[in-house]
């Protein structure tokens, strides 16, 4: 299986994104201190920008390394290249599924060091204080995506991934079209007491519930993702046998 | 060539986290400031680094698909699993019996009131285990990076040239010095012991010489680098979890006790008998390994 996580890191190009996070990790270590501007601007400026880094890092494996890791073998004439391989069906969809959970995990781990040395070298407490709050939410976006990525994996090996682009993008205008059904014929009144401050609100009085969410959200996205990995097993297995 | 490669590889490991601390020492860095912080997660890495740059400098490879030298993948067959499940759970184990046994040899500095922390977190305690277990999971990265220069590489090599024992010894050693710089500036034993900083650094090298030998042993049994690294986070989690919650009465505590190593030398008692099962293992199997003509 080392052999085919080699083949997919080339294949995927992850060399780039290595070096790109690589070249990252320099950037935010130097540029905090270097750049001629006043603190409190350096401060808000390296905030956002490590926000903007860490959601285009999730979104790239979702994007492009997901397409492309899938995209890779549809070119070789997947079933044959299947067949040529000395592993299983299901070690070559496990190591599918291995290869974006590492992915997963390097994201998180070069998130959570930006982080850290954005809080090192930040002087402005309230640009710390929103950067740790999301350091505290990191894990829970991350298997949020995993989840996202575990619903889209099946589709990929059962239509391939133009096919199985589409009918993701049927499935979400499906929801977008329920949503707006909703809206003009439902009762939105039940909307009335969503804001953020309610959220803050909820949030404030149910530390204990928060907490439980916080610390299960890794096991239910990766039991979402073992099943995910079970179906496309089977998917693949019929698309075997037709 | 084994020698000159352990000594590129510590020099690799130890220049970069040395010099960085001392540094930050010198120009008047705190312990307890987010620039030590930074440090300590950064020199984490550094011993990967430290071992693809030996790999690198000295042509020896990554190894084959035959013969994994970094010990990167996962298998959960034949009953390693369990050796996984051990990695998270034995350092509860042990920071706990090692807790358990300070109230013993002090009854005393128990106080069942729950100071501090403690009696804010009352309700939710039985969430500890499974924060602790789910914060190894995402924060091993760092564990990671240690375990693939210590594990992988400095205790092969140093096992091939002086058997498992004594390899245990001097890994745990140099693992040990390693982390002087940063027990000086405070790490793990504060400031103000006595005997500071040599009682923590001593205090500390036997630490990582018992639990060097559970690392290792865990290693060995799921030929993988991923048991080591989780049960190094767990260690981490678990043994400030159960530091900082400890219901602990600190004016009841002796004062030789209170100001030296000894507390904490007391804690890893459980940790080092561990340690010691462990060393044993490793040279019943390699007795038995060289009986059967296969070294």
Not at chain 1, 4 to 27: E, N, P, R, S
Not at chain 1, 206 to 231: N, W
Not at chain 2, 34 to 41: F, P, R
């Amino acid at each position: 299986m080392g052999g085919l996580f080699y083949k997919d890191f080339i294949a995927t190009k992850a060399y780039y994104y290595v070096i790109a996070m690589l070249g990252l990790f320099f950037f935010i270590l130097l540029g905090h201190g270097l750049l001629p501007v006043d603190q409190e601007t350096l401060d808000i400026l390296f905030m956002t920008l490590i926000l903007i880094i860490i959601c285009t890092l999730f979104m790239v494996i979702i994007g492009n390394v997901e397409v492309n890791l899938m995209k890779a073998d549809e070119g070789n004439k997947r079933r044959a290249y299947m067949l040529s391989l000395p592993v299983s069906k299901k070690q070559y969809v496990a190591s599918k599924y291995l290869f974006l959970l590492l992915s997963f995990y390097t994201v998180l781990s070069a998130s959570l060091l930006y982080i850290q040395i954005f809080i090192a070298n930040c002087k402005t407490d309230l640009a710390s204080g929103l950067i740790e709050g999301v350091a505290a939410l990191l894990p829970v976006i991350a298997f949020t995506f995993l989840v996202v990525t575990a619903i889209e994996l099946p589709f990929y090996f059962a239509f391939g991934t133009d096919k199985g682009g589409r009918v993701k993008t049927g499935l979400l205008v499906g929801v977008f079209f329920v949503g707006i059904v909703y809206i003009l014929f439902g009762d939105l009144s039940i909307f009335d007491s969503w804001s953020l401050e309610a959220v803050v609100e909820f949030v404030k009085k149910h530390p204990k519930e928060v907490m439980i969410l916080q610390l299960i959200s890794p096991y239910l996205s990766m039991l979402v993702y073992y099943i995910s990995y079970i179906v496309s097993c089977k998917l693949i297995g019929r698309e075997e046998e037709a | 060539m084994t020698q000159k490669r352990i000594l590129i590889y510590s020099l690799l490991s130890f220049l970069p986290v040395w010099g960085i601390t001392i540094l930050y020492m010198l120009c008047g860095g705190k312990y307890e400031s987010n620039g030590m912080n930074l440090i300590l997660t950064l020199s984490m890495i550094c011993p990967v680094i430290a071992v693809i740059g030996t790999r690198l400098f000295t042509k020896e490879g990554f190894g084959s698909k035959e013969n994994p030298v970094m010990l990167l993948g996962i298998d959960l067959s034949k009953g390693k699993w369990i050796w996984f499940l051990a990695a998270f759970l034995l350092p509860i184990f042990y920071s706990d019996l090692g807790i358990g046994l300070f109230y013993l040899l002090f009854p005393k500095s128990f106080d069942g009131s729950l100071p501090g922390l403690m009696k804010e977190l009352r309700e939710v305690w039985w969430m500890f285990p499974i924060s602790g277990i789910t914060n190894a999971l995402v924060f091993s990265f760092g564990a990671l990076g240690e375990e693939i220069g210590w594990r992988t590489y400095l205790y092969p090599k140093l096992e091939e040239l002086f058997g498992n024992t004594k390899a245990i010894i001097f890994g745990g050693i140099i693992w040990g010095v390693w982390h002087y710089p940063a027990i000086y500036m405070g790490h793990n034993f504060g400031r103000g012991y006595l005997g500071e900083p040599f009682s923590g650094f001593f205090v500390f090298t036997i630490f990582t010489i018992f639990v060097g030998a559970c690392l290792h042993y865990i290693t060995k049994k799921t030929k993988s680098v991923w048991a080591a690294a989780f049960f190094h986070a767990s260690n981490n989690v678990f043994f400030g979890n159960t530091l900082l919650f400890m219901a602990l009465s600190k004016e009841r505590v002796p004062k030789l006790v209170q100001e030296s190593p000894v507390f904490l030398a007391i804690v890893f008692i459980p940790v080092c008998i561990l340690g010691i099962v462990c060393m044993i293992c490793l040279n019943k199997e390699e007795k038995s390994l060289k009986n059967k003509g296969n070294l």
